[in-house]
């Protein structure tokens, strides 16, 4: 069973930085399909980063582009999420997604995800 743990969340000022892990326990073969996800209160979860084990491409939802950076090394068990330029309207709850796949799922639709983690607060002050 794929279990997600998710770490490095907190609480920073306007225009500071934080890096996100996750975790893959459980598996022999961890899942090939990976993402970033995001929820405020009062909103639908958000797709933020995406990245695919089998040939490296990575899809960013628009608002992070050229902050955030993900990615996964060659370890395959851990997915990072690097988190620059932070301002407050990106506070929320991050959660780690995985699913296992023969092509890029992207971030444009959760459901494409079979496997969840619990989730980090993150809190950007102005």
């Known amino acids: 069973q794929v279990q997600l743990v998710e770490s490095g969340g907190g609480s920073v000022q306007a225009g500071g930085s934080l890096k996100l892990s996750c975790v893959v326990f459980g598996v022999t073969y961890s899942p090939a399909c990976m993402g970033w996800f995001r929820q405020a209160p009062g909103k639908d979860r958000e797709g933020l980063a995406a990245?695919?084990?089998?040939?490296?491409?990575?899809d960013y939802t628009d608002s992070v582009k050229g902050r955030f950076t993900i990615s996964r090394p060659n370890a395959k068990n851990i997915l990072y999420l690097q988190m620059n330029s932070l301002q407050p309207e990106d506070t929320a709850m991050y959660y780690c997604?995985?699913?296992?796949?023969?092509?890029?799922?992207?971030?444009?639709?959760?459901?494409?995800?079979?496997?969840w983690g619990q989730g980090t607060q993150v809190t950007v002050s102005s």
């Open positions: 990245i695919y084990h089998g040939d490296g491409s990575i």
């Open positions: 997604a995985a699913t296992y796949c023969a092509r890029p799922q992207g971030v444009d639709n959760e459901l494409k995800y079979n496997y």
